[in-house]
């Protein structure tokens, strides 16, 4: 969840559109008020070069109107139209991504294009910038779903109460495509796939998910959701859920959502959502058919970085892997890095949208 916070400061930093043509033409403007000599010898130069230049200009106008219309036409672009559009079989997989972390979202898309499921992803658009981009590249397979978080609002009051209100998105995303009759696989997307994780979630229950717990359990441990732990909750990940389109998935996200207005973000609690999910399934598990997936194949990176053993014991068994337990992008990075699980160095042409 600390990469997700990370995500928002780093959105909050940068500028997404750091070449805003209008301010250009207000700043050629501002000489004029002063008119001395120097001032209309530039004006006249700068007519010169514009004339000179005037061919390439409405090129670059024609260019940019038409990248207008598409990018217009990608706003209006509904979750209801993109869910139809990538679902296959019923099923899509999404994720939901801000500009700075478009190399995870290529790494990860990757590694499903080798499991040979990329046809089914949406990305969910945190801002304009990742929607133009991505449906640019690989037309439809982009989603804005308003309002767009407000990174103006979120800085003002704290970054951490920003990313608090950006994550209380995600079960309202989940319960949309849900409610539309789909089911949904949702990934953060510091992960990579190893193997196919489809096979792996057979047998009609509602809601699959994975412990974040790094102890390691038998290779035939219970499916069932794990026992509360300290904080009287357990701690299943938020990073990879797959909801079918039943009543007992719903009322998981309803509890959700509620169990987020419940308990508004407070500076002791760390923002995030990963413990309203958990009090969502404690609370809805009588009535809910939970299914924890197995550790050996969904192992929480607090395990799989950190035990040798055990990863050399479950050998041929991993299916998704979790880049998290580790502070910082760069680190996360070097970290794939280091197990060849960065894959955008090169393979970039095996991604549908290509090198970025
Ligand atoms: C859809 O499901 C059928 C039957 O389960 C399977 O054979 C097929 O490969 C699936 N198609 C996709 C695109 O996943
Ligand atoms: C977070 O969401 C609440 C409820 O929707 C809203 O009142 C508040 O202004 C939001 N805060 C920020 C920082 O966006
Ligand atoms: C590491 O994995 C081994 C093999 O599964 C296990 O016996 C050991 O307890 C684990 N170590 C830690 C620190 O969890």
Redesign the pocket.
């Known amino acids: 969840m600390s990469f997700l916070h990370q995500r928002t400061q780093v959105n909050l930093l940068s500028d997404p559109y750091p070449i805003n043509p209008h301010n250009l033409f207000q700043n050629y403007q501002r000489p004029t008020s002063i008119l001395n000599k120097t001032t209309l010898l530039i004006l006249l130069s700068l007519i010169l070069i514009l004339g000179f230049f005037s061919p390439y200009k409405s090129i670059s106008q024609t260019l940019l109107s038409s990248s207008k219309d598409s990018n217009s036409k990608w706003r209006r672009y509904t979750l209801d139209q993109a869910v139809s559009f990538v679902a296959k079989n019923g099923t899509v997989i999404v994720c939901a991504v801000s500009e700075p972390y478009l190399p995870f979202l290529n790494n990860w898309l990757i590694s499903i294009a080798r499991q040979k499921h990329e046809e089914k992803v949406l990305v969910i658009a945190e801002d304009y910038a990742t929607l133009y981009k991505v449906n640019k590249r690989w037309p439809g397979h982009a989603v804005l779903i308003p309002p767009v978080p407000d990174a103006q609002t979120a800085h003002k009051f704290g970054s951490q109460v920003g990313f608090f209100n950006f994550t209380s998105r995600r079960p309202h995303h989940l319960l949309s495509i849900v409610e539309l009759g789909y089911n949904v696989m949702y990934n953060d997307v510091d992960m990579v796939w190893l193997a196919d994780p489809f096979p792996y979630l057979q047998g009609n229950h509602d809601v699959y998910f994975t412990d974040d717990m790094a102890?390691?359990k038998p290779i035939d441990h219970s499916h069932d959701l794990p026992p509360p732990g300290k904080k009287g909750r357990p701690y299943i990940c938020s990073c990879m859920i797959f909801l079918c389109p039943t009543s007992g998935a719903k009322l998981v996200l309803k509890k959700w959502i509620e169990e987020l207005q419940l308990q508004p973000w407070s500076k002791a609690q760390k923002a995030n959502d990963q413990p309203a999910f958990n009090w969502a399934l404690l609370k809805t598990k009588e009535q809910v058919d939970l299914y924890l997936l197995p550790q050996a194949a969904f192992p929480t990176g607090g395990l799989y970085f950190r035990?040798k053993?055990?990863v050399k014991?479950t050998k041929g068994k991993h299916v998704i892997i979790h880049n998290n337990y580790i502070l910082g992008f760069e680190k996360k990075i070097k970290r794939f890095r280091d197990y060849g699980f960065w894959l955008v160095d090169d393979h970039a042409d095996e991604s549908p949208l290509g090198r970025l």
Do not use: F
């Open positions: 102890a390691v035990n053993t055990w014991e």
